[in-house]
T-cell receptor, first 115, second 116 residues
Framework: NAGVTQTPKFRVLKTGQSMTLLCAQDMNHEYMYWYRQDPGMGLRLIHYSVGEGTTAKGEVPDGYNVSRLKKQNFLLGLESAAPSQTSVYFC??????????????FGPGTRLTVL | AQSVTQLDSHVSVSEGTPVLLRCNYSSSYSPSLFWYVQHPNKGLQLLLKYTSAATLVKGINGFEAEFKKSETSFHLTKPSAHMSDAAEYFCVVTPGYGGSQGNLIFGKGTKLSVKP
């Protein structure tokens, strides 16, 4: 059971380049999330998905797009990278329950630098 | 609306002494509360969670937290710090029922240093 995995682990981009971050989970979770972590800011939600084919905006969605074509995968895209998107990106997943008492499981993170 | 305030950005203790990491929350709904730990260059690991069953919650590695509704607090404690506890700790809130699809609201984190 790998849990939540993220690809790649590290990436350096030039301003204006595009890339896609891949998140995969093998726990059959309905909900998936993308966060960014910046020093002194905690984690902030970029986009999330409550099921295959559905996505929604979080707190800081500008400059990012997402897709959830398969239940186990959640992709985060940067169409035209900017230095302000230099960050560590975390993916997470969670089972859908009637309450929100169940925790999210996090991937190991992707460290992205935009020059 | 929900929010979380971690009252200390950095806490330093000596090995073997108690740890106290403070967290206050605000929530329109009956909240669900979590503490996550992040060791350097690692992902986030759940330490413990409050789910309304008991106000004193025990977690992994000897940590525990007490939910105090009257004080809107969820402070994290450990009786005796170990060198391996050095990490960043995040207090997290989400509505317990409905709303926000269970989206987590993170505090800004408290970095715990442990001196030998």
């Amino acid at each position: 059971n790998a849990g939540v995995t993220q690809t790649p682990k590290f990436r350096v981009l030039k301003t204006g380049q595009s890339m896609t971050l891949l998140c995969a989970q093998d726990m059959n979770h309905e909900y998936m999330y993308w966060y960014r972590q910046d020093p002194g800011m905690g984690l902030r939600l970029i986009h999330y998905s409550v099921g295959e084919g559905t996505t929604a905006k979080g707190e800081v969605p500008d400059g990012y797009n997402v897709s959830r074509l398969k239940k186990q995968n959640f992709l985060l895209g940067l169409e035209s990278a900017a230095p302000s998107q230099t960050s560590v990106y975390f993916c997470a997943s969670r089972r859908k329950l009637a309450t929100n008492y169940n925790e999210q499981f996090f991937g190991p993170g992707t460290r992205l630098t935009v020059l | 609306a929900q929010s979380v305030t971690q009252l200390d950005s950095h806490v330093s203790v000596s090995e073997g002494t108690p740890v106290l990491l403070r967290c206050n929350y605000s929530s329109s709904y009956s909240p669900s509360l979590f503490w996550y730990v992040q060791h350097p260059n690692k992902g986030l690991q759940l330490l413990l969670k409050y789910t309304s069953a008991a106000t004193l919650v025990k977690g992994i590695n000897g940590f525990e937290a007490e939910f105090k509704k009257s004080e809107t607090s969820f402070h994290l404690t450990k009786p005796s710090a170990h060198m391996s506890d050095a990490a960043e700790y995040f207090c997290v809130v989400t509505p317990g029922y409905g709303g926000s699809q269970g989206n987590l609201i993170f505090g800004k984190g408290t970095k715990l240093s442990v001196k030998p």
